[in-house]
């Protein structure tokens, strides 16, 4: 059987078509049209109207002329691929040009470029839970341009740093309350049911009873249908919460005749029907026919369009569905595995694994799901689908996984790249696959072990252990000869070991032509883009990277939806080539998943990052949170690295603070003896441009001895140059050249920084430079000084439009010559709020971080700062917090 691609369901972007009958929700409609919020959350629970109010919202927008896009989530979409895929056909739908061939398409940056008003509706987001989902949400809300919003419908409270926005007056809520019927729009709705009327009093106590709840209301609506029981039934009515609902869906089952009936019970364990695949479930009746009397009678049905294969397609009300459900366990618990096997029977043989796996597990069919795997887990396995791998396996349990010792082997490496290496080593352990009498399952359990070790931080164990294995090529399964091939070029790489690392890389790149590899393919890419980075090779190393975070997902050419291993090293060169917002943009997919996972350098570069964007914007809280978030992680999974890795920066952005004290307690804390010797023996990646003795010696620059400083630096370069580290060689020199800088040696500084912009340039090297503040932003100015002066300076138009990126980059600084501050005091003293001012501009703070945290508006800020520079005869920000820092006025 071929394998399937992800499809877009038409049913998921077509909005549920608004009825006449239905009553309208007009002040909803005007608050969702006429806000400037960025994000709209409409948000209840099941049954209060929450799609029908966007539905009717949606009509009013596309009347007004604005753009409109909608989709429809589910479980499915916790799978960043699906999602990103649905996404992109959303916001094409907003008349936004499709890419031509297989030109990337990015949906974040293509809705926050949009310039004419739209709105993306995403309907029961609460079904979203995966981080990297989320993230990716976050990141549309953060960059929605003027005019866009985004309505979202949820029954629980989405993790989309909803008190920020709110702070911020980015946020329009519709609550539950603001959903639920007034007595008004209770008796509209009942009178457009075409049922005996209610007298007043009636009506009163059943609006009362029900509270305004939607589902209650219609639920009531279709018993009071019935002759000679409105009085009595409104009589014994009460109470508004979910066991209301299923008595009245209970109620109005019972009189619906027995072969609905049947066919409800049936078919509700689908999540759509169509008269094809409910004839699977309910054979001896006209499913066509019945399907179209239901929807003729409004009950519970809600049409969806079809997917192009000429069917009708509907989907239950979720409240009726959870409902049946639940109904169908307690009347029939013996036709549940029954009705799964035949809707798992029907998706195979529509050539749709993934649904038939799904409902084989859901109807506790292990056999009939393990039966599925043997023919389709190594498939998803190749593709990187793990998450959904690792989610099938925890459902079966492990006496029959056990006999199927090939998928116990799957299920670790799903376990490992979703779980992270511990769980995956516990469970290898208590597998005990590398006893099992099957040589190519213990040949295959051993592969493991190397990679289980790496991922630990335990490289010396690794490297042996990789080493016997190696010797045991091949294994039998072609995944686990690829990904140990991987594995141990990382290991030989982080060992020193150059040469041999890419040998291995080339066997493993041969391996990959015989079949699809796509997730190995993308650990080959991942690692030889290491090798280039380490080298100096930042062009190359990014297009490695690239196709690394594609090769798993390939379809859709986006690069924001790869497997974290290769995810993490690609936003550490977008962030180098000072793309601040699309790694930004990246962090938010990749920076949970390898969290999850737990892989020691990709955790340590990518909190780093998202500290220095954080910093970068000014918003030191987060750059702060950030780091301790890193911290914690270490010291709960017990890597002391990770935990030096935090102080290392949190030393660093104190330094650039100008707290020479505090920077050096954070560093006399990461002196770990142990730990920087192995680094020293170890190429690992976290730790290439940030390590102990380079941080001291940043330190000595800043607040220290620049000379002593100079030595060391030398020292370094010598060794990594002749380790051909050439990236570590060039940040040790730009180093060098704030050193001498700061002794008073500028000719030399100039001439070293030079040298460095003429090697960067060719690579394109940014944050490298730009990450040592604002004293490398006065050494730029100094050599751009120079080389107007030299025409034969201005002779390479790379290095000349490199540089000036680099100054742009760097900001506003005061000049060369006005680097010390005035010595005199101020005519007009500072009042306490331009006090805080400055030692928030002093923190890195931005203004609207400043305005933020002193609850005043970013034009008050502002002014606090004209005043500043007025009363300290201050050109710029950092020549105010120089004069102030002289002045004693802040530390």
Not at 50 to 69: C, H, I, N, V
Not at 446 to 472: F, H, I, K, N, V
Request: charge should be neutral; hydrophobic fraction near 45%; include cysteine.
């Amino acid at each position: 059987m071929s394998p399937t691609v992800p499809r877009i369901f038409e049913a998921k972007l077509s909005p549920p078509s608004v009825a006449h009958t239905q009553v309208l929700r007009t002040a909803i409609g005007d608050a969702i049209a006429g806000t400037a919020a960025r994000l709209v959350l409409v948000r209840a629970p099941a049954g209060f109207g929450k799609t029908t109010a966007m539905a009717q919202a949606l009509q009013r927008l596309d009347a007004q002329g604005t753009a409109t896009a909608w989709l429809t989530l589910d479980r499915a979409d916790n799978d960043m691929s699906r999602f990103v895929i649905c996404l992109s056909e959303a916001v094409l739908r907003l008349g936004l040009e499709a890419p031509r061939g297989n030109a990337p398409f990015d949906a974040v940056a293509a809705l926050a470029a949009h310039e004419a008003p739209f709105a993306l509706f995403l309907d029961e987001f609460e079904v979203v839970h995966e981080p990297a989902v989320l993230g990716l949400v976050r990141e549309i809300v953060e960059h929605m341009p003027r005019g866009g919003r985004l309505v979202i419908g949820s029954r629980s409270l989405p993790d989309l740093g909803l008190g920020r926005l709110r702070a911020r007056g980015q946020l329009l809520e519709i609550d539950t309350d603001r959903l639920r019927f007034s007595l008004e729009e209770t008796g509209a709705f009942l009178g457009q049911r075409a049922m005996p009327a209610l007298s007043a009093e009636r009506l009163d106590q059943l609006h009362r009873k029900t509270e305004g709840w939607v589902a209650a209301i219609w639920l009531a609506s279709m018993a009071l249908e019935r002759p000679g029981v409105a009085v009595d039934f409104v009589e014994r009515f009460s109470g508004s919460d979910r066991a209301v609902a299923e008595y009245l869906a209970e109620d109005v089952l019972a009189h619906q005749p027995g072969a609905i009936r049947d066919f409800l019970l049936r078919t509700s364990i689908l999540r759509q029907v169509n008269a094809s695949v409910c004839h699977a479930l309910h054979p001896h009746g006209d499913s066509a026919a019945i399907l179209e009397q239901l929807a003729a009678s409004n009950l519970f049905l809600t049409p969806i369009a079809g997917q192009g294969d000429g069917e009708a397609h509907w989907r239950y009300h979720s409240l009726f569905a959870d409902f049946l459900r639940a109904q169908l366990a307690r009347e029939r618990p013996d036709e549940l595995a029954r009705l799964h096997l035949a809707a798992s029977g029907w998706y195979e043989a529509q050539g749709r694994p993934v649904p038939a796996i799904d409902h084989a597990i859901e109807g506790g069919d292990h056999p009939l799901a393990l039966t599925l795997l043997d023919t389709w887990a190594e498939h998803f396995l190749e593709q990187g689908r793990m998450r959904m791998l690792a989610r099938w396996f925890a459902a079966i349990p492990d006496a029959q996984l056990r006999q199927h010792p090939f998928l116990q082997l799957i299920a670790l490496w799903a376990e490992c790249f979703t779980h992270g290496p511990w769980d995956a080593m516990r469970r290898l352990e208590a597998s005990d696959c590398v006893n099992s009498p099957i040589p190519e399952v213990r040949a295959c359990a051993q592969t493991l072990y190397p990679l289980l070790w790496a991922m630990q931080d335990r490289y010396d164990e690794a490297y042996e252990a990789g080493r016997a294995c190696l010797s045991r090529l091949p294994t039998g399964l072609a995944f686990a000869d690829g990904a140990l091939l991987n594995a141990m070029a990382n290991i030989l790489s982080v060992m020193g070991d150059r040469h041999a690392s890419q040998r291995l890389l080339d066997a493993a790149r041969s391996q990959q032509g015989q079949g699809d590899r796509t997730f190995n393919r993308m650990y080959t890419e991942s690692c030889e883009g290491m090798l280039d980075l380490q080298a100096g090779r930042l062009r190359q190393a990014t297009a490695r990277f690239r196709i690394a975070v594609d090769s798993t997902h390939a379809v859709t050419y986006n690069h924001s939806h790869g497997n974290a291993w290769a995810g993490v090293l690609y936003t550490g060169v977008v962030y180098e080539a000072n793309q601040m917002l699309k790694a930004e943009h990246l962090l938010n997919v990749y920076l949970p998943l390898a969290r999850d996972v737990g892989l020691p350098d990709h955790m340590i570069l990518s909190h780093v990052m998202r500290s220095r964007i954080a910093f970068h914007a000014g918003d030191i809280d987060a750059a702060l949170q950030a780091l301790t978030e890193l911290e914690y992680l270490g010291h709960a999974r017990q890597l002391p690295r990770v935990v030096a890795g935090a102080k290392l920066e949190r030393s660093r952005m104190l330094l650039l603070q100008g707290n020479g004290p505090a920077a050096r307690d954070e560093l006399l804390r990461a002196d770990d003896p142990v730990l920087w010797e192995r680094e020293r023996r170890q190429r690992l990646p976290a730790h290439d441009l940030d390590y102990l003795a380079l941080a001291k010696a940043r330190w000595e620059i800043a607040f220290g001895d620049p000379r002593a400083a100079l030595a060391v630096l030398d020292a370094e370069l010598h060794a990594a140059t002749a380790a051909a580290r050439e990236r570590r060689a060039l940040k040790l020199r730009v180093l060098r050249a704030l050193a001498l800088q700061r002794a008073g040696d500028l000719t030399a500084a100039v001439a070293e920084i030079g040298a460095v912009l003429q090697t960067a340039s060719q690579e394109g090297f940014m944050r490298l430079i730009l990450d040592e503040g604002a004293g490398v932003g006065r050494l730029l100015q100094r050599y751009a000084a120079a080389a107007q002066e030299a025409p034969a300076g201005r002779g390479d138009p790379i290095l000349a439009e490199y540089l000036q990126r680099l100054l742009h980059a760097a900001g506003p600084l005061a000049a060369p010559e006005a680097d010390a501050p005035a010595t005199g005091g101020t005519e007009e003293p500072l009042t306490r709020k331009e006090i805080r001012v400055l030692q928030l501009l002093a923190e890195g703070y931005s203004n609207s971080a400043m305005a933020e945290k002193l609850f005043v508006s970013d034009s008050t800020v502002r002014t606090h700062l004209r005043n500043i520079n007025m009363k300290l005869d201050a050109k710029s920000r950092t020549q105010a917090v120089a004069i102030a820092r002289k002045l004693g006025v802040i530390r």
